[in-house]
């Protein structure tokens, strides 16, 4: 049998303060993702998603438990390879959407390439990726001239930039108004089938997670099938 895409098995993550207990995040989180899957995780704030998110974007290495990729189990990866799988395999998008505010938003969009070189191919990819986003006018435009729900958008864009197999999306529709949020959730939706993108987003949005293959629930250290 094949290895799952994504495999998270017995993750435990804690984090210690000096002077007082440690706070135990994450006890035991099992979860497995298909290629191309699309999946949901909401919970109550302060629950670990965020912090989950980052274990599954390389960000940060559980305390226990094994996050693999392909059967490939990425702490025993050095730090150098965990960096480069990182920015070849996966993209982010936050709920505030961290564009530079001095950066047109074509220039935005190009960042992810600063660090092999931006080509031809890069600015194309990029031209054509805010086209279908709806903001080919925009690219000259600056951040603050753009509404929240375009703002992001531009925030997907650029993390869709190297072409990533993993989506991660931390509270994408947080800071938007209830159309700004639907239409996101549409264009997720939209590029989890056309760029058969494998995306998982937390969100406290129910009408996002219902557009996600399946939704799961982190409480109390665990995940969970969501009701
Ligand atoms: N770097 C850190 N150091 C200490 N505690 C942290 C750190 N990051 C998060 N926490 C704590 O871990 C818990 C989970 O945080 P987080 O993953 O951000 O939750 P969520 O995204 O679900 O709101 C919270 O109690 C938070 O205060
Ligand atoms: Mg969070």
Redesign the pocket.
Known sequence: MQAPFLRLNGVAKR?L?PDAPA?E?LRRVDLDVAAGESVAIV??????????LQLIGLLDLPDEGEVSFAGQDVATLAEGPRQLLRNEYIGFVFQLHHLLPQLTVLENVLVPAWATGCTAAHQERAQELLARVGLAERSEHRPAQLSGGERQRVALVRALLLRPALLLADEPTGSLDHAGAADLAELLVELNQTEKLTMIT?THSRELAACMSRSLL?QDGVLRQSA
């Open positions: 984090y303060r706070v995040v919970g109550p704030s302060g629950s670990g998603k965020t912090t989950l937390v982190l």
